[in-house]
Protein backbone atom coordinates (compact mmCIF):
# COMPACT_ATOMS: atom_id res chain seq x y z
CA UNK A 1 0.00 0.00 0.00
CA UNK A 2 1.30 3.58 -0.92
CA UNK A 3 1.71 6.18 1.21
CA UNK A 4 -0.83 8.31 -0.96
CA UNK A 5 -3.54 4.88 -0.42
CA UNK A 6 -2.89 5.10 3.57
CA UNK A 7 -3.59 9.20 3.16
CA UNK A 8 -7.05 8.90 1.41
CA UNK A 9 -7.61 5.65 3.81
CA UNK A 10 -7.03 7.97 7.49
CA UNK A 11 -9.27 10.48 5.25
CA UNK A 12 -11.99 8.38 4.79
CA UNK A 13 -11.65 6.79 8.65
CA UNK A 14 -11.48 10.65 9.82
CA UNK A 15 -14.60 11.38 7.44
CA UNK A 16 -16.14 8.44 9.36
CA UNK A 17 -15.72 9.49 13.03
CA UNK A 18 -17.08 13.30 12.27
CA UNK A 19 -20.30 11.58 10.93
CA UNK A 20 -20.67 9.56 13.83
CA UNK A 21 -19.91 12.27 16.21
CA UNK A 22 -22.45 14.50 14.32
CA UNK A 23 -25.17 11.90 14.52
CA UNK A 24 -24.71 10.63 18.33
CA UNK A 25 -27.00 11.66 20.83
CA UNK A 26 -25.63 14.99 22.94
CA UNK A 27 -25.79 14.35 26.56
CA UNK A 28 -29.23 15.81 28.16
CA UNK A 29 -28.73 17.91 31.26
CA UNK A 30 -31.14 16.82 33.64
CA UNK A 31 -32.29 20.35 35.26
CA UNK A 32 -33.52 21.08 31.65
CA UNK A 33 -35.36 18.03 30.41
CA UNK A 34 -38.88 18.29 29.46
CA UNK A 35 -41.65 16.78 31.74
CA UNK A 36 -43.67 14.27 30.16
CA UNK A 37 -47.17 16.59 31.07
CA UNK A 38 -45.43 19.44 29.17
CA UNK A 39 -44.67 16.94 26.21
CA UNK A 40 -47.81 16.19 26.09
CA UNK A 41 -49.14 19.36 26.12
CA UNK A 42 -47.02 20.57 23.28
CA UNK A 43 -48.65 17.77 21.08
CA UNK A 44 -51.56 18.57 21.93
CA UNK A 45 -50.90 21.94 20.66
CA UNK A 46 -49.05 21.50 17.67
CA UNK A 47 -52.31 19.23 16.47
CA UNK A 48 -54.72 22.16 17.69
CA UNK A 49 -52.81 24.57 15.59
CA UNK A 50 -52.75 22.25 12.73
CA UNK A 51 -56.75 21.93 12.56
CA UNK A 52 -58.61 23.93 10.33
CA UNK A 53 -61.13 26.93 11.43
CA UNK A 54 -64.39 24.50 11.22
CA UNK A 55 -62.70 22.05 13.32
CA UNK A 56 -61.44 24.37 16.38
CA UNK A 57 -64.39 26.54 15.96
CA UNK A 58 -66.76 22.60 16.83
CA UNK A 59 -64.40 22.13 19.04
CA UNK A 60 -65.22 25.02 21.38
CA UNK A 61 -68.96 24.82 20.68
CA UNK A 62 -69.26 21.74 22.02
CA UNK A 63 -67.17 22.62 25.35
CA UNK A 64 -69.87 26.50 25.33
CA UNK A 65 -73.05 24.04 25.40
CA UNK A 66 -71.93 21.19 27.99
CA UNK A 67 -70.47 23.71 30.03
CA UNK A 68 -72.29 26.98 29.98
CA UNK A 69 -75.27 26.63 27.88
CA UNK A 70 -77.05 23.31 28.92
CA UNK A 71 -76.64 24.27 32.61
CA UNK A 72 -78.56 27.49 32.33
CA UNK A 73 -81.14 26.43 29.77
CA UNK A 74 -82.09 23.79 32.79
CA UNK A 75 -81.20 26.45 35.71
CA UNK A 76 -84.02 28.46 33.15
CA UNK A 77 -86.84 25.73 33.85
CA UNK A 78 -85.91 25.11 37.11
CA UNK A 79 -86.38 28.22 38.22
CA UNK A 80 -89.65 28.69 36.15
CA UNK A 81 -90.98 25.74 38.01
CA UNK A 82 -90.59 27.31 41.14
CA UNK A 83 -91.76 30.48 40.42
CA UNK A 84 -94.93 29.01 38.94
CA UNK A 85 -95.41 27.01 42.41
CA UNK A 86 -94.98 30.84 44.34
CA UNK A 87 -97.44 32.71 42.15
CA UNK A 88 -100.24 30.17 41.84
CA UNK A 89 -99.91 26.35 42.33
CA UNK A 90 -99.45 26.29 46.03
CA UNK A 91 -102.79 28.11 46.66
CA UNK A 92 -105.01 25.86 44.28
CA UNK A 93 -105.74 22.12 44.57
CA UNK A 94 -103.77 19.71 42.32
CA UNK A 95 -105.88 19.02 39.79
CA UNK A 96 -106.93 22.74 39.33
CA UNK A 97 -102.90 23.41 39.14
CA UNK A 98 -102.80 20.71 36.44
CA UNK A 99 -105.46 22.80 34.27
CA UNK A 100 -104.48 25.80 35.41
CA UNK A 101 -100.80 25.48 33.82
CA UNK A 102 -102.23 23.39 30.52
CA UNK A 103 -104.24 26.07 30.06
CA UNK A 104 -101.59 28.93 30.63
CA UNK A 105 -99.15 26.88 28.22
CA UNK A 106 -101.98 26.32 25.55
CA UNK A 107 -102.94 30.13 25.52
CA UNK A 108 -99.22 31.47 25.17
CA UNK A 109 -98.10 28.76 22.64
CA UNK A 110 -100.73 28.63 21.07
CA UNK A 111 -101.26 32.59 20.44
CA UNK A 112 -97.39 33.22 19.37
CA UNK A 113 -97.62 30.35 16.63
CA UNK A 114 -101.34 31.40 15.53
CA UNK A 115 -100.58 34.85 15.37
CA UNK A 116 -96.68 34.27 13.72
CA UNK A 117 -97.53 37.00 11.21
CA UNK A 118 -99.18 39.65 13.09
CA UNK A 119 -96.38 39.67 15.57
CA UNK A 120 -93.57 40.17 12.53
CA UNK A 121 -95.66 42.94 11.58
CA UNK A 122 -95.76 45.17 14.89
CA UNK A 123 -93.84 48.73 14.91
CA UNK A 124 -91.13 47.40 17.35
CA UNK A 125 -89.81 44.67 14.83
CA UNK A 126 -91.06 45.46 11.31
CA UNK A 127 -89.86 49.00 11.66
CA UNK A 128 -86.24 48.50 13.59
CA UNK A 129 -82.75 47.22 13.44
CA UNK A 130 -81.54 43.76 14.46
CA UNK A 131 -79.62 45.66 17.26
CA UNK A 132 -82.57 48.21 18.46
CA UNK A 133 -83.23 48.28 21.67
CA UNK A 134 -87.02 48.05 21.37
CA UNK A 135 -86.32 45.00 18.27
CA UNK A 136 -84.42 43.29 21.42
CA UNK A 137 -86.30 43.68 24.26
CA UNK A 138 -89.48 42.30 22.18
CA UNK A 139 -88.32 39.61 20.45
CA UNK A 140 -86.40 38.40 23.98
CA UNK A 141 -89.22 38.88 25.41
CA UNK A 142 -91.32 36.74 23.16
CA UNK A 143 -88.79 33.80 23.62
CA UNK A 144 -89.49 34.75 27.55
CA UNK A 145 -92.96 33.92 26.88
CA UNK A 146 -92.75 30.69 24.94
CA UNK A 147 -89.86 29.40 27.49
CA UNK A 148 -92.34 29.90 30.78
CA UNK A 149 -95.07 28.19 28.45
CA UNK A 150 -93.43 25.62 27.73
CA UNK A 151 -92.60 24.52 30.85
CA UNK A 152 -96.20 24.72 31.95
CA UNK A 153 -96.74 22.08 29.54
CA UNK A 154 -94.36 20.02 30.51
CA UNK A 155 -95.52 20.03 34.43
CA UNK A 156 -99.09 19.96 33.39
CA UNK A 157 -98.60 16.43 31.35
CA UNK A 158 -96.31 15.22 33.84
CA UNK A 159 -98.65 15.18 36.43
CA UNK A 160 -101.29 13.98 34.25
CA UNK A 161 -98.97 10.97 33.03
CA UNK A 162 -97.57 10.47 37.21
CA UNK A 163 -101.60 9.99 38.18
CA UNK A 164 -102.14 8.14 35.30
CA UNK A 165 -99.50 5.48 34.76
CA UNK A 166 -97.38 6.08 38.03
CA UNK A 167 -94.19 5.63 38.62
CA UNK A 168 -93.17 1.88 37.19
CA UNK A 169 -90.49 1.21 34.92
CA UNK A 170 -92.73 -0.95 33.10
CA UNK A 171 -95.29 2.32 32.11
CA UNK A 172 -92.44 4.37 31.13
CA UNK A 173 -91.18 1.97 28.48
CA UNK A 174 -94.77 1.39 27.14
CA UNK A 175 -94.99 5.55 27.04
CA UNK A 176 -91.86 5.78 25.33
CA UNK A 177 -92.19 2.90 22.47
CA UNK A 178 -95.35 4.64 22.02
CA UNK A 179 -94.17 7.99 21.87
CA UNK A 180 -91.33 6.97 19.55
CA UNK A 181 -93.94 5.09 17.10
CA UNK A 182 -96.19 8.26 16.99
CA UNK A 183 -93.43 11.14 16.66
CA UNK A 184 -91.92 8.71 14.00
CA UNK A 185 -95.41 7.99 11.93
CA UNK A 186 -96.01 12.13 11.87
CA UNK A 187 -92.39 12.63 11.37
CA UNK A 188 -91.49 14.93 13.75
CA UNK A 189 -88.65 13.02 15.85
CA UNK A 190 -86.30 16.30 14.94
CA UNK A 191 -88.34 17.95 17.63
CA UNK A 192 -87.65 16.11 20.83
CA UNK A 193 -84.01 17.27 20.66
CA UNK A 194 -82.53 19.84 23.45
CA UNK A 195 -79.20 21.51 24.50
CA UNK A 196 -76.46 20.41 24.70
CA UNK A 197 -77.61 18.64 21.10
CA UNK A 198 -79.78 21.68 19.89
CA UNK A 199 -78.73 25.50 20.01
CA UNK A 200 -80.41 28.46 18.92
CA UNK A 201 -78.15 31.71 18.43
CA UNK A 202 -80.60 34.35 18.56
CA UNK A 203 -78.78 37.24 16.01
CA UNK A 204 -78.64 34.73 13.13
CA UNK A 205 -82.71 34.34 13.70
CA UNK A 206 -84.37 36.03 10.59
CA UNK A 207 -87.53 35.75 11.26
CA UNK A 208 -88.31 35.37 15.59
CA UNK A 209 -91.96 34.47 14.96
CA UNK A 210 -92.02 32.02 12.32
CA UNK A 211 -93.15 28.50 13.73
CA UNK A 212 -93.50 25.74 11.23
CA UNK A 213 -96.67 23.60 11.50
CA UNK A 214 -98.38 20.07 11.37
CA UNK A 215 -99.78 20.16 8.06
CA UNK A 216 -98.26 23.42 6.75
CA UNK A 217 -101.53 25.12 6.21
CA UNK A 218 -101.40 28.24 4.27
CA UNK A 219 -103.01 30.98 6.39
CA UNK A 220 -105.66 32.30 3.90
CA UNK A 221 -107.54 28.50 4.80
CA UNK A 222 -108.98 29.98 7.54
CA UNK A 223 -110.73 27.18 9.73
CA UNK A 224 -107.66 24.51 8.28
CA UNK A 225 -105.29 27.37 9.22
CA UNK A 226 -106.78 27.57 12.97
CA UNK A 227 -107.04 23.63 12.94
CA UNK A 228 -103.35 23.09 12.35
CA UNK A 229 -101.97 25.50 14.80
CA UNK A 230 -103.83 23.71 17.50
CA UNK A 231 -102.87 20.11 16.21
CA UNK A 232 -99.31 21.51 16.46
CA UNK A 233 -99.55 22.50 19.46
CA UNK A 234 -101.45 20.08 21.47
CA UNK A 235 -100.21 16.93 19.55
CA UNK A 236 -96.49 17.77 18.14
CA UNK A 237 -95.54 19.97 21.42
CA UNK A 238 -97.49 17.29 23.75
CA UNK A 239 -95.93 14.40 22.67
CA UNK A 240 -92.37 15.80 22.76
CA UNK A 241 -93.07 16.81 26.26
CA UNK A 242 -94.63 13.19 26.83
CA UNK A 243 -91.05 11.48 25.15
CA UNK A 244 -89.60 13.42 27.62
CA UNK A 245 -91.15 12.49 30.69
CA UNK A 246 -91.77 8.96 29.93
CA UNK A 247 -87.64 8.75 29.73
CA UNK A 248 -87.07 10.18 32.72
CA UNK A 249 -89.33 8.52 34.44
CA UNK A 250 -87.64 5.45 33.36
CA UNK A 251 -84.23 6.56 34.26
CA UNK A 252 -85.61 7.55 37.86
CA UNK A 253 -86.27 4.02 38.20
CA UNK A 254 -83.13 2.33 37.07
CA UNK A 255 -80.58 5.07 38.15
CA UNK A 256 -79.81 4.24 41.84
CA UNK A 257 -83.41 5.96 42.99
CA UNK A 258 -82.18 5.58 46.59
CA UNK A 259 -79.12 7.04 46.27
CA UNK A 260 -79.69 10.71 44.73
CA UNK A 261 -76.10 12.06 44.93
CA UNK A 262 -75.04 8.52 42.91
CA UNK A 263 -78.01 8.98 40.77
CA UNK A 264 -77.13 12.13 39.80
CA UNK A 265 -73.01 11.25 39.14
CA UNK A 266 -74.13 8.27 37.07
CA UNK A 267 -76.25 10.44 35.16
CA UNK A 268 -74.59 13.54 34.60
CA UNK A 269 -71.68 11.27 33.35
CA UNK A 270 -73.44 8.67 31.37
CA UNK A 271 -75.83 11.41 30.07
CA UNK A 272 -72.55 13.32 28.71
CA UNK A 273 -70.51 10.54 27.33
CA UNK A 274 -73.48 9.47 25.20
CA UNK A 275 -73.62 13.20 23.67
CA UNK A 276 -70.13 12.98 23.15
CA UNK A 277 -70.38 9.58 21.37
CA UNK A 278 -73.33 11.24 19.18
CA UNK A 279 -70.91 13.82 17.99
CA UNK A 280 -68.54 11.92 16.94
CA UNK A 281 -70.44 9.37 15.34
CA UNK A 282 -72.70 12.24 13.50
CA UNK A 283 -70.23 12.56 10.12
CA UNK A 284 -70.93 8.67 9.65
CA UNK A 285 -74.08 9.27 10.18
CA UNK A 286 -74.38 12.68 7.73
CA UNK A 287 -72.03 9.81 4.84
CA UNK A 288 -74.77 6.80 5.63
CA UNK A 289 -77.64 9.41 5.55
CA UNK A 290 -76.21 10.87 2.00
CA UNK A 291 -75.75 7.64 0.87
CA UNK A 292 -79.71 6.43 1.93
CA UNK A 293 -80.84 9.57 -0.26
CA UNK A 294 -78.79 8.86 -3.23
CA UNK A 295 -79.61 5.25 -3.58
CA UNK A 296 -83.28 6.34 -3.04
CA UNK A 297 -84.26 4.79 0.25
CA UNK A 298 -86.24 7.07 2.16
CA UNK A 299 -87.52 4.63 4.23
CA UNK A 300 -84.27 3.59 5.63
CA UNK A 301 -82.89 7.17 5.16
CA UNK A 302 -85.58 7.96 7.84
CA UNK A 303 -85.59 4.88 9.81
CA UNK A 304 -81.56 5.73 10.33
CA UNK A 305 -82.19 9.61 11.25
CA UNK A 306 -84.89 8.82 13.88
CA UNK A 307 -82.64 5.78 15.51
CA UNK A 308 -79.92 7.94 15.67
CA UNK A 309 -81.75 10.93 17.24
CA UNK A 310 -83.65 8.86 19.64
CA UNK A 311 -80.37 7.24 20.63
CA UNK A 312 -78.81 10.39 21.11
CA UNK A 313 -81.82 12.65 22.99
CA UNK A 314 -80.88 9.80 25.99
CA UNK A 315 -77.74 11.80 26.75
CA UNK A 316 -79.54 14.87 26.45
CA UNK A 317 -82.16 13.38 29.15
CA UNK A 318 -79.77 11.98 31.35
CA UNK A 319 -77.79 15.52 31.25
CA UNK A 320 -80.51 17.12 31.88
CA UNK A 321 -82.08 15.11 34.86
CA UNK A 322 -78.66 15.36 36.53
CA UNK A 323 -78.27 19.52 36.19
CA UNK A 324 -82.01 19.55 37.30
CA UNK A 325 -81.68 17.40 40.57
CA UNK A 326 -78.37 19.40 41.49
CA UNK A 327 -80.23 22.92 41.16
CA UNK A 328 -83.48 21.58 42.74
CA UNK A 329 -81.11 20.38 45.60
CA UNK A 330 -79.09 24.25 45.36
CA UNK A 331 -82.22 25.70 45.66
CA UNK A 332 -83.14 23.23 48.40
CA UNK A 333 -80.31 23.98 50.98
CA UNK A 334 -79.15 27.35 50.02
CA UNK A 335 -82.46 29.79 49.75
CA UNK A 336 -82.22 33.62 49.12
CA UNK A 337 -85.30 35.19 51.11
CA UNK A 338 -86.11 39.18 51.53
CA UNK A 339 -87.93 39.57 55.18
CA UNK A 340 -89.95 36.30 54.62
CA UNK A 341 -90.12 35.99 50.85
CA UNK A 342 -88.27 33.14 49.52
CA UNK A 343 -86.91 34.41 46.13
CA UNK A 344 -84.40 32.09 45.14
CA UNK A 345 -86.33 30.89 42.08
CA UNK A 346 -87.03 34.88 41.00
CA UNK A 347 -82.88 35.29 41.41
CA UNK A 348 -82.54 32.11 38.91
CA UNK A 349 -85.11 32.63 36.65
CA UNK A 350 -83.85 36.49 36.15
CA UNK A 351 -80.16 35.51 36.28
CA UNK A 352 -80.65 32.20 33.77
CA UNK A 353 -82.59 34.39 31.36
CA UNK A 354 -80.41 37.51 31.62
CA UNK A 355 -77.36 35.15 30.82
CA UNK A 356 -78.71 33.52 27.90
CA UNK A 357 -80.12 37.50 26.20
CA UNK A 358 -76.34 38.35 26.98
CA UNK A 359 -75.09 35.53 24.98
CA UNK A 360 -77.53 35.85 22.30
CA UNK A 361 -78.23 32.11 23.17
CA UNK A 362 -82.44 32.80 24.42
CA UNK A 363 -83.77 30.57 21.45
CA UNK A 364 -81.98 27.53 23.36
CA UNK A 365 -84.56 27.79 25.78
CA UNK A 366 -88.13 27.34 23.55
CA UNK A 367 -89.63 24.28 21.78
CA UNK A 368 -91.93 25.64 19.23
CA UNK A 369 -93.54 24.32 15.89
CA UNK A 370 -92.76 21.37 14.09
CA UNK A 371 -89.78 20.27 11.74
CA UNK A 372 -90.01 17.48 10.00
CA UNK A 373 -87.68 14.20 9.60
CA UNK A 374 -86.19 13.64 6.06
CA UNK A 375 -86.33 17.02 4.67
CA UNK A 376 -83.01 17.69 4.98
CA UNK A 377 -80.80 16.52 2.00
CA UNK A 378 -76.86 15.79 2.14
CA UNK A 379 -77.14 14.19 5.17
CA UNK A 380 -77.82 17.08 7.17
CA UNK A 381 -80.89 15.60 8.70
CA UNK A 382 -79.17 14.10 11.34
CA UNK A 383 -76.68 16.74 11.89
CA UNK A 384 -76.59 18.16 15.46
CA UNK A 385 -77.35 22.34 15.35
CA UNK A 386 -74.78 22.81 17.94
CA UNK A 387 -73.01 25.76 15.85
CA UNK A 388 -72.15 28.59 18.22
CA UNK A 389 -69.21 30.21 17.51
CA UNK A 390 -69.23 28.59 13.97
CA UNK A 391 -72.72 31.17 13.21
CA UNK A 392 -70.79 33.76 14.64
CA UNK A 393 -67.30 33.36 12.25
CA UNK A 394 -68.98 31.51 9.85
CA UNK A 395 -68.59 34.51 6.76
CA UNK A 396 -64.97 34.10 7.71
CA UNK A 397 -65.11 30.32 7.34
CA UNK A 398 -66.77 30.65 3.93
CA UNK A 399 -63.65 33.43 3.21
CA UNK A 400 -61.00 31.27 4.35
CA UNK A 401 -62.54 27.94 2.55
CA UNK A 402 -62.98 29.79 -0.60
CA UNK A 403 -59.56 31.32 -0.53
CA UNK A 404 -57.69 27.63 0.20
CA UNK A 405 -59.89 26.45 -3.06
CA UNK A 406 -58.45 29.43 -5.15
CA UNK A 407 -55.22 28.89 -3.85
CA UNK A 408 -55.40 25.04 -4.98
CA UNK A 409 -56.51 25.23 -8.29
CA UNK A 410 -53.53 28.58 -9.10
CA UNK A 411 -51.29 25.59 -7.21
CA UNK A 412 -52.70 22.81 -10.30
CA UNK A 413 -52.30 25.65 -12.83
CA UNK A 414 -48.66 26.08 -11.76
CA UNK A 415 -48.06 22.78 -11.99
CA UNK A 416 -49.62 22.01 -15.46
CA UNK A 417 -47.78 25.32 -16.86
CA UNK A 418 -44.23 24.08 -15.62
CA UNK A 419 -45.73 20.22 -17.02
CA UNK A 420 -45.81 21.71 -20.20
CA UNK A 421 -42.70 23.82 -20.06
CA UNK A 422 -40.75 20.37 -19.32
CA UNK A 423 -42.07 18.93 -21.87
CA UNK A 424 -41.33 21.41 -24.51
CA UNK A 425 -37.61 21.08 -23.05
CA UNK A 426 -37.56 17.70 -23.48
CA UNK A 427 -39.00 18.13 -27.13
CA UNK A 428 -36.29 20.08 -27.79
CA UNK A 429 -33.29 18.35 -26.30
CA UNK A 430 -34.57 15.31 -28.59
CA UNK A 431 -34.68 16.98 -31.31
CA UNK A 432 -31.38 17.93 -30.84
CA UNK A 433 -29.86 14.83 -30.29
CA UNK A 434 -31.68 13.23 -33.20
CA UNK A 435 -30.31 15.85 -35.89
Known amino acids: MTSQQQRLQQQRLQQRQKQRTATAPHPVDATRRVPNSLNSMF ?21 LNCALLTPLAVL ?83 DIYYYLLGYGSYAAIQATVSTIVVLSTLKCIRNILGPPLSVGVDVTIENFFEAGTLFRTRDDAHYRYFADHVSTVTVVTSLCFLHWIAVWAFFDCVIFPENTAVSVILSWLFGYVIVVMALLVEPLAVRFSRQLDARGGRSMKLLLEDAFLVLANSGVILVWRAHWIFFESLMYYFPIYSGQLDLTAFYGLAGSFLMMVMLHASATLILKGCDFDGEL ?32 AYKTEDLQRFSDLDQGWSNIRHKKTTS
Open 43 to 63: TKLSSWTKLDSRSRLRILDVI
Open 76 to 158: FQVSASGVQDALFLNRVSGHVGTALLLAIAFVIEFGCSFWQKYLASIRYVSERLPHDPSYVVTTRFYHFAIGFANVCHYRGLS
Open 377 to 408: PEGRGVSFGIDYFGEFFKDHIARQEGAMVDGD
